[in-house]
């Protein structure tokens, strides 16, 4: 079996299509893999079973990357085509069987992105849970970084555009709670994990760190490597960011904060995952002239004991599903 899949160019929104490639491979052993998605994706599918190739969709004018991608995949019959972007090109592509998924109506009841993907390719029952491949060099890398010693809480201080960031100073004062005497994990080691392009605007947070406590993972580390340093780690908090999704597929407890994006969509999916936002609704927190591009955090109104409460309250849930 030959398979297209076209995906997001957001880690994030790829990272929740990966539970269906899981089970069309589950479903399919041997078949061969072909990916196409965003650059800044692309890395995360390296690992996927049965790869053939990793298809690069750089944005480019008019749309001639759907151009690109056509050319590259019409001389092939393919057994199943999914396309997440529904692009008009991919339905000339020829195949057995193809799913262009289209996204929901803006007035419709939420539903979770990871729901609307299952449902869309007919995968009906419990949608497939979001899965990361990651290989033994991953797993050895992470194992220097993230060294043996005492349990690890990461937090993921950063996000894509400056509204979705809880403020830094909070997340200092959330990890020494948690890792004090009187926290979920007294003594335990604080990560922080962001993009290297991020690091300037955490600086001060990375510099108030516990010396001694303190893993820095704030820096070009590549996806499948943090996937397997949180591995060995015990807990995840983070704004609401690809790298959220990440530790969640990755299948640790994890804690979302959200205030303008709605969590009902996008808030991290596993057994062991919640989230928590602003009391106000998401659509009424913009001010007038929104500009993603310097609009402030409009996370101000999540308090550091809201966030201590609800990761106590999710610790304590996972620990009794373990026992």
Request: proline residues 7%.
């Amino acid at each position: 079996m030959r398979i297209l899949f076209v995906t997001a160019t957001r880690v994030g929104d790829a990272i929740m299509s990966m539970g269906v490639l899981g089970r069309l491979l589950d479903e399919n052993p041997g078949a061969r893999v072909t990916v196409a998605c965003g650059p800044g994706a692309a890395q995360l599918f390296t690992e996927v079973p049965g790869l053939e190739r990793i298809i690069s969709l750089k944005k480019q004018r008019y749309s001639r990357h759907w151009l690109g991608l056509w050319s590259q995949t019409v001389g092939s019959f393919w057994d199943v085509v999914i396309d997440l972007r529904n692009a008009p090109l991919t339905y000339l592509i020829p195949a057995r069987r193809a799913h262009h998924v289209k996204r929901g109506r803006r007035d419709r009841i939420p539903e979770h992105r990871v729901k609307e993907i299952a449902d869309a390719v007919g995968m009906a029952g419990t949608p497939p849970a979001p899965r990361i491949w990651v290989n033994d060099s991953h797993r050895a890398k992470a194992e220097e970084l993230v060294p043996d010693g005492p349990p690890v809480i990461a937090f993921g201080p950063t996000a894509n555009w400056a509204a979705k960031q809880w403020p830094a100073e909070r997340f200092g004062e959330l990890a020494l709670r948690l890792t004090g005497d009187d926290g979920i994990l007294p003594g335990g080691r604080i990560a922080l994990v962001g993009n290297g392009n991020e690091r300037d605007g955490v600086m001060p947070l990375i510099d108030s760190m516990p010396k001694g406590r303190f893993i820095d993972l704030v820096w070009d580390v590549d996806l499948l490597t943090v996937s397997a340093c949180f591995e060995r780690t015990a807990l995840y908090i983070g704004n609401d960011s690809g790298i959220m999704h990440l530790a969640a597929a990755t299948g640790i407890p994890t804690l979302g904060l959200f205030g303008p994006t709605p969590v009902a969509e996008y808030a991290p999916w596993g057994p062991h995952c919640d989230a928590i936002s602003i009391e106000e609704n998401y659509h009424d927190i913009f001010p007038d002239g929104y500009d993603h591009r310097g609009t402030e955090s409009l996370m101000t109104a999540l308090t550091v004991d809201q966030v201590d409460a609800a990761a106590r309250a999710l610790w304590t849930r996972t620990r009794e599903d373990v026992n």
